[in-house]
């Protein structure tokens, strides 16, 4: 881990081949630190409907283990979930990693619907002082030391292609939630402190919200790397986490759940996905069940859907996981 200045956090990046040879100060930076190959191994895994937040999980275990775990039709049909449903769900089918639900230490509680679902009991309180603002980023980052962190936001916005330059999360002007991996930690020399999230998204245009064309290539190190390979955004810290909306800045920011995926050294894990990968290859073409079949990838690309807010919800029937 890379020195801090005085009074900043020092750098983390969990995908970090120290490519760069320094701490970086811009995304693309954060990229070259990296470097292409390594990007490559590990692609965008596109959600398919509001299923992020089986897909969080999925990003993180993928970087622990090396493998991708399957996502069922019933959790790509959901009208949302919580990622600890799917972390277990992984986990029960011995395709889990090693995980651990922190929700607690950020004074998250739940408690059961009329239907015995678990839903989070009231607003999370470290979120309402500038205090306790810090203190989640505090907390956020000390669990990121570790590993891999997944979050389920509420109010959290989308991965968009911003001034040509950098992805980022935006979340002005719509109240979706989302549930997202973060993997790294850098200061940015404009933006300034930001954590850093694998996508379960390809960054999309914010004037249209469609997704940036599929030639739209991005230098990193020697390489220019397609959508499919720097879908990793911004989180800004002094903007981002915790704030309020123009459309309704009676309405916070809120976390409503954390989950811990600690990581062994990148060496490792590269050995890892190296070897799934060369499985995969060997195998391509057989029925695997960790690989989805041609009947359940959308046959157009689909607009991005993030885990809607269930306060935004409506009163409908969902279809019921097997958990």
Not at 16 to 40: H, M, N, Y
Not at 41 to 53: E, I, L, R, S
Not at 87 to 102: N, R
Request: glycine residues 8%; contains cysteine; hydrophobic residues 30%.
């Amino acid at each position: 881990m890379s020195r801090s200045r005085r009074g900043q956090k020092a750098y983390l990046n969990h995908l970090s081949t120290k490519k760069l040879g320094r701490d970086p100060t811009s995304w693309r930076e954060f990229l070259t630190d990296i470097g292409p190959e390594v990007l490559k191994m590990y692609p965008v895994q596109q959600q398919t409907n509001a299923d992020c937040y089986a897909f969080a999980p999925k990003i993180a275990i993928t970087l622990q283990t090396g493998h991708s775990p399957y996502v069922t039709k019933e959790m790509c049909a959901a009208d949302g979930g919580e990622p600890a449903e799917a972390a277990q769900f992984y986990t029960d089918h011995e395709e889990g990693g090693e995980w651990k639900d922190v929700s607690g230490d950020f004074g998250i509680r739940y408690k059961k619907d009329k239907k015995g679902k678990r839903t989070v009991a009231g607003e999370v309180p470290v979120c309402r002082t500038a205090n306790g603002k810090d203190k989640v980023k505090d907390l956020l980052y000390d669990y990121l030391r570790e590993g891999a962190v997944v979050l389920g936001i509420q109010n959290c916005g989308y991965p968009e292609w911003i001034d040509k330059s950098y992805v980022g999360f935006t979340y002005n002007d719509n109240g979706d939630a989302h549930a997202l991996c973060i993997i790294g930690f850098y200061n940015d020399a404009t933006l300034g402190p930001c954590f850093v999230s694998k996508c379960s998204n390809k960054p999309t245009i914010p004037s249209t919200g469609k997704f940036i064309k599929a030639n739209k290539r991005v230098n990193v190190g020697d390489k220019k790397l397609n959508r499919n390979f720097f879908s990793l955004a911004l989180l800004p810290l002094n903007s981002w986490l915790c704030q309020t909306t123009r459309s309704n800045p009676k309405y916070i920011q809120a976390i409503d759940g954390v989950l811990s995926y600690p990581l062994k050294p990148i060496e490792e894990r590269i050995a890892l996905r190296a070897a799934e990968i060369q499985k995969i290859k060997t195998n391509k073409g057989k029925k695997k069940l960790s690989r989805r079949g041609k009947d359940e990838v959308p046959t157009k690309q689909q607009a991005p859907v993030l885990r809607r807010s269930t306060r935004n919800r409506k009163n409908k029937e969902l279809p019921k996981l097997k958990f």
